[in-house]
């Protein structure tokens, strides 16, 4: 019989901010344990929330093997891997002082916006463990943010947002990137009459991750079914999963059943060509194809694919400011979708134009469409690293879009 053993926790300082103050703060520790016990090719689960008795949780995922939940159990290792990253943001202590002291600059900053939603420090921990000798363990520490802003004028809930998260806190870079966004709002643009290229984060590409997974491919199914090893974008397009310890706060180098990449990355698209698919054990072993490293599982359910945690569209190190003069910035969208075919269309909130580095004015809403061969293809420009911000160090997509003015 195989065995494993996945322990996460988490400590996290959350503090709410309403109407511009801080108005609740939870501390929070959570452990969350869960064994997985195989033989016969069926899986049995047990999870625990809490500390707990290790022997009796593994009695429970043997026992639950009666459940005859079909899944292999191709266990490999005897590695051992130990990445810490954790680090004293913000003393505990201070954390409150000092989301009280962020909460009264921006109101005075910007007494013409009121800020809501949560700030959070976290350190958390996970450690795996299995019957074939692997034993990882990787801690980190985050300080995120998540900000809805409405101008004291508007009747709508919020009119943007800003958010990040990084593994050092620095309430300076966060003010001038908020304010970047905040001093040229009220600077009402008319749509360019000539064509630009938009620029948007990577949610042009998460619409198609689904279609990017073993078991939609191995169907026949997909925007990408029968390309695999084939030119599917432009050649300096290169889409992958980077689980290198360190570069993105809180991403583990390990996924949820234990699965480790070589040199921490896993090309789905290089160079413009589908090279790799997303799967996790189950998928591996019966489409017999490579571990992307993709196994997301609730602490007591069975894994699936579904953890995108690292995924990037490499930049080369360019940054935005260096492959773009004059563009479409966008903000903030709402919905959006993919059809069969590829597809995208989706609506914008608010957009700025952006021009020699700098965010300059906000642009009426309207929709951008097109298709995701295109986008990535023909009308891509480039990927950059978002150097309009200092704080939020977001990469963005650079394309031709389709403009649906309203």
Known sequence: MEKQKLVNRTRSYAATLAAGEVSSLRINDDEKTVIRCYSGGFIGIAGRIGEGDDAELEKEACAALVQGIPYPSPLFGGDERREDFSREIIAEKDFLGAVKHLAARLKKSFPDFIFSDKIILENSSSEYKDSAGTDYS????SFSLGLMIKSVSSANIMDLAYGAKRNYYDEDAIVSDISALLDVYSAKLPMPEEKLPVIIDLSAVSYMLGDMTAEMYSGGAGIFAGRLGQKVFRDDVNILINRTPGKNPA????DDEG????????????????????TYRRTAAEFNMPLSGCGYAEFDGVPVCSNFRGLEVETGGKKLSEVLKRGIYVSVTSGGDMTPDGNIAMPVMLAYLYEDGKLVGTLPEFGISGNVFDILGKDFVAAAKNDVFSFNDEDVIISYFNIDAK
């Open 138 to 141: 990787f801690f980190c520490s």
């Open 251 to 254: 991403v583990c180098f390990f």
């Open 259 to 278: 699965v480790t990449l070589p040199g921490d990355k896993f090309y789905l698209v290089k160079d413009g060509v589908l090279s790799g698919l997303a």
